[in-house]
């Protein structure tokens, strides 16, 4: 191995690490990934097939999402629960980040009932932001809803310490900032659209910067 | 999306305080929530500040104790941070258009305003808000336990 290939492979065992689940399942994708790893395929290709999910994968998820009714005109739409029960070979490695945004649903409804003027949950925002579940989930989100118009926000803490803050947009709109300190602050702003849900994927472009 | 329509006294100079909740602090960083317009009564136009006092920054996160545990009950739990302000404005409005000012609510409150309409603008205000203020932060039980100690001294 090259001195690159080596650490680079320390960065892809510890985020195998990080994502430690007990399951024999999990056990089984790790020791896949692991003969995949050891395989000729350029560094490249392995960092992106540990980093996101693959193609087929995505579309899969992207079917589940359109196929379930998002609601949250009541209390909580166990629909998007349902979504725990696909049968995707990495979901495991995505479920935590649906939680998370599981949780930020029950956060905001239940602040949403001592503030009434607080803005619905977007429920266009909130199936685009699960189309991006799989892309975000190796990057440990944190996420929360917008009060001022119920549109899905993402935080996510970098390496290098900076900060990405994401609104996903009810359009199809990925609006991000990237802020961290070299010599001075900088920032990376911008927005991604989207037209087709199986191309949220391509978001991974912006996280691949982090 | 345009926050700050009142026409009020605007603040340049100073140090400006914001409580914390636990929730949006995660492993020391803060989320871009904590500048998010959330809590208050309508119309909900502003993100609370309090202005602060002090020659150093024991001083200051005391001034922002002594204030913030007046209006939130059991702020203990949570982190005091502190902004200063003419850092704060050169540092998010960094373009020819401002994303952010500070206005005066009665003071020592004060509130930050979003006055831009571009939702990137405002991903970027929050964000940049975020760094700044997580490296100024205390919390508010260390704080306390500042404030209890300096009095009983004070007293003997």
Same mark, same amino acid.
């Given at each position: 191995m090259?001195?690159?290939?080596?650490? +680079?492979?320390?960065?892809?065992f510890?985020?195998?690490?990080d994502?430690?689940?007990?399951s024999?399942?999990?056990?089984?994708?790790?020791?896949?990934?692991?003969d995949?790893?050891? #395989?000729e395929?350029k560094l490249s290709? $392995?960092? +992106?097939? %540990?980093e &996101?999910?693959?193609s087929?994968? %995505?579309?899969?998820w992207?079917?589940? $999402?359109d196929?379930?009714a998002?609601d949250?005109?009541?209390?909580?739409?166990?629909t998007?629960?349902?979504?725990?029960?696909c049968?995707? #070979?990495?979901?495991?490695?995505?479920?935590d980040?649906?939680?998370?945004?599981?949780?930020?649903?029950?956060?905001?409804?239940?602040?949403?009932?001592?503030?009434?003027?607080?803005s619905?949950?977007?429920?266009?925002?909130?199936?685009?932001?699960?189309?991006?579940?799989?892309?975000f989930?190796s990057?440990?989100?944190?996420?929360y809803?917008?009060?001022?118009?119920?549109?899905?926000?993402?935080?996510?803490?970098?390496?290098?310490? /900076?900060?990405?803050?994401?609104q996903?947009?009810?359009? /199809?709109?990925?609006?991000?900032?990237?802020?961290?300190q070299n010599?001075?602050?900088?920032?990376i702003?911008?927005?991604?659209?989207?037209?087709? +849900?199986?191309?949220?994927i391509?978001?991974n472009?912006?996280?691949?910067?982090? | 999306?345009?926050?700050?329509?009142?026409?009020?006294?605007?603040?340049?100079?100073g140090?400006?305080?914001?409580?914390?909740?636990?929730?949006?602090l995660v492993?020391?960083?803060? +989320?871009?929530?904590?500048f998010?317009?959330r809590?208050g009564?309508?119309p909900e136009?502003y993100v609370?500040? %309090?202005? $602060?006092?002090?020659?150093?920054?024991?001083d200051?996160?005391?001034s922002? &104790?002594?204030i913030i545990?007046?209006k939130i009950t059991?702020?203990?739990?949570?982190?005091?941070?502190?902004?200063?302000?003419?850092?704060?404005?050169?540092l998010?409005?960094?373009?020819?258009e401002? %994303?952010?000012?500070?206005?005066?609510? /009665?003071?020592?409150h004060? /509130?930050?305003? &979003?006055?831009?309409?571009s939702?990137?603008?405002?991903q970027?205000?929050?964000a940049?808000l975020?760094?700044?203020?997580r490296?100024?932060?205390?919390?508010?039980?260390?704080?306390?336990?500042? $404030?209890?100690?300096?009095?009983?001294?004070?007293?003997?």
């Amino acid at each position: 191995m090259t001195k690159k290939t080596i650490e +680079s492979s320390m960065v892809l065992f510890y985020q195998i690490e990080d994502k430690s689940k007990s399951s024999q399942d999990v056990r089984a994708q790790k020791n896949a990934k692991w003969d995949f790893f050891n #395989s000729e395929k350029k560094l490249s290709h $392995v960092y +992106s097939n %540990f980093e &996101y999910p693959n193609s087929d994968d %995505f579309d899969e998820w992207c079917k589940h $999402v359109d196929s379930i009714a998002i609601d949250f005109q009541r209390k909580f739409n166990p629909t998007v629960a349902t979504l725990e029960l696909c049968n995707i #070979s990495q979901f495991n490695y995505w479920n935590d980040t649906l939680s998370e945004f599981m949780d930020a649903i029950k956060d905001y409804l239940e602040q949403r009932e001592k503030l009434h003027e607080l803005s619905g949950i977007s429920e266009k925002s909130a199936r685009r932001f699960l189309f991006l579940v799989p892309v975000f989930a190796s990057h440990k989100p944190r996420v929360y809803i917008d009060g001022s118009n119920g549109c899905v926000n993402v935080d996510v803490m970098t390496r290098d310490n /900076g900060i990405l803050s994401t609104q996903i947009s009810e359009n /199809g709109q990925v609006h991000y900032s990237y802020v961290a300190q070299n010599k001075n602050l900088y920032k990376i702003t911008g927005t991604a659209k989207f037209k087709d +849900s199986r191309d949220f994927i391509k978001f991974n472009k912006v996280l691949q910067m982090l | 999306m345009t926050r700050g329509k009142l026409a009020l006294t605007k603040i340049t100079t100073g140090k400006a305080s914001r409580y914390i909740k636990p929730r949006w602090l995660v492993s020391d960083n803060i +989320s871009t929530e904590a500048f998010d317009l959330r809590e208050g009564t309508p119309p909900e136009t502003y993100v609370s500040h %309090f202005m $602060v006092e002090g020659k150093d920054d024991t001083d200051l996160f005391k001034s922002a &104790y002594n204030i913030i545990s007046t209006k939130i009950t059991k702020c203990h739990v949570g982190t005091i941070a502190l902004l200063d302000v003419p850092e704060t404005l050169a540092l998010v409005n960094d373009e020819e258009e401002p %994303f952010i000012d500070f206005i005066e609510q /009665g003071l020592p409150h004060c /509130g930050l305003i &979003y006055v831009t309409r571009s939702q990137e603008d405002i991903q970027e205000a929050k964000a940049t808000l975020c760094f700044l203020a997580r490296k100024k932060m205390r919390s508010a039980r260390d704080i306390a336990d500042n $404030v209890a100690t300096t009095e009983k001294l004070s007293e003997k």
